[in-house]
């Protein structure tokens, strides 16, 4: 089975001058059930984006949508295959782990 991965902007940083939006926070929360248990798995980051407020295709942040975010920092960096397939290797070692810790005895 696959985990489900949302992807969630949680903060745009924006010059107020121009609205132009300089700095993306985003998260990756993996979610899947195996076996009547839930697995979750998440990871976090920001995205620094340099933007012309001149050109035709600027979009101000009050006209920003989270899908436009998200389109950005895949285009500038944030690797979305990677990380999603890193979350899906974390959720698998919590359904089938392959190390344990403790000690031997009572």
Not at 12 to 38: L, P, S
Not at 87 to 99: K, M, S, V
């Amino acid at each position: 089975m696959a985990a489900t991965m949302t992807w969630v902007v949680s903060q745009c940083d924006r010059v107020i001058a121009d609205g132009g939006i300089n700095n993306i926070h985003w998260r990756c929360n993996a979610t899947e059930t195996a076996n009547g248990t839930d697995y979750e798995a998440t990871s976090y980051g920001t995205c620094g984006l340099t933007y012309d407020a001149s050109s035709s295709d600027f979009i101000a942040y009050d006209s920003v949508t989270q899908e436009n975010c998200l389109t950005w920092i895949y285009a500038n960096g944030v690797d979305k295959d990677a990380i999603e397939a890193a979350l899906q290797a974390d959720i698998d070692l919590q359904i089938t782990p392959t190390e344990g810790y403790g000690t031997p005895w009572s």
